[in-house]
């Protein structure tokens, strides 16, 4: 049972990503799925995150406009496409899967259940 996540590289600024969230060993149907992120020196931050239904998604202020999330569950993939990238966007980036959804989704890192292992994402100016 493990999420993978991948996608991640070195991308200039202004450019676009799209990061992988993968799961293997279950199915993330009834799973709400996000996006956290952890620059050096900084705290683990939530990015983005989507209902298991698909039907609401949620985005950190730093990121709306720039990052869509988006999930196929055919694929039990959920991806976070990253347009306009800033070098502040720089960071460790770890997809997490909760059974649970709500308004603090981004604020809960304990709240998870499952976490990836990190991709890096580094944005050069």
């Known amino acids: 049972v493990q999420l993978q996540a991948s996608g991640g590289g070195l991308v200039q600024a202004g450019r676009s990503l799209r990061l992988s969230c993968t799961a293997s060993g279950f199915t993330l149907d009834y799973y709400s799925v996000g996006w956290f992120r952890q620059a050096p020196g900084k705290e683990r931050e939530g990015v983005s995150c989507?209902?298991?239904?698909?039907?609401?998604?949620d985005y950190a202020d730093s990121v709306k406009g720039r990052f869509t999330i988006s999930r196929d569950n055919a694929k039990n993939t959920v991806y976070l496409q990253m347009n306009n990238v800033e070098p502040e966007d720089t960071a460790v980036y770890y997809c997490a899967a909760a059974r649970w959804y709500g308004s603090n989704w981004l604020d809960a890192v304990s709240g998870m259940h499952y976490w990836g292992k990190g991709t890096l994402v580094t944005v050069s100016s």
């Open positions: 989507i209902h298991y239904s698909g039907d609401r998604t």
